[in-house]
């Protein structure tokens, strides 16, 4: 998949959608390019295998294309191609792995929010962007983002990385804003938890610390 570039604005967008309703297909390709790493992630949060996630995500892109003109006007084309993906993946793993899988269709229980309890409170959110660049601290959140659980991981990839808000998270995944909410606070309790050590001083000394921008 080619990296993400930055997506059009919505007018610019819109606009997009309705030539290639009348008719421009060949401009699916424009609209699809922003999003590409996207899928490519959504996919890889479900499935954890880099070829069956490559698969899905030409899937996904070629089911959107097909069904574009089905994309309702009120409904953000970033979020219904998330959608599809996600469904997409879903499917996969259910017939590759069916007594594998693990269940995220079931609502939270009462209380899950309250659950985990870190033992090491760190901000891994302070990460200046520019630590980001090294090899170890990437390595490091990939490993974090692994040990989530699916439920989590992808509230997580969608809030805090792909920076989609509660609502067109919950229209993404077919949940609640309510589990939005709980399971995005779970996961970012467990990536404090797994990012802690890299808040002691002898990271501290390897990189310039201070306020920065959200890691994603």
Known sequence: MTTSTESPSPGAEARLIERIRQGERELF????????R???????SVLRNEADAEDVAQEAILKAM??????????????WLLSITYNEAKMRRRKDHKHLY????????????????????????EIPSEALERKE???AVARALEKLPERHREIFLLRDVQHL???????????????V?????RARLQMREELAPFFKKGWRDRIPFGKGKKPW
Do not use: C, N
């Not at 269940?103 to 959110?125: H, L, T």
């Open 181 to 185: 909410k709980t399971r995005l606070h």
């Open 137 to 139: 601290v990437r390595e």
């Open 29 to 36: 390709h424009d609209l699809i390019r922003p999003y590409e």
């Open 165 to 179: 808000d509660v609502a067109e998270t919950a229209a993404a995944l077919g949940i609640s804003a309510p589990a």
């Open 102 to 125: 693990e269940s995220v269709d079931e609502p939270d229980e009462g209380g899950e929010e309250g659950e985990f309890m870190p033992r090491q409170f760190a901000d891994w959110r």
């Open 66 to 79: 097909t069904h574009v003109g089905e994309l309702r006007a009120d409904s953000k084309f970033k979020v």
């Open 38 to 44: 996207s899928v490519y992630l959504a996919a890889y």
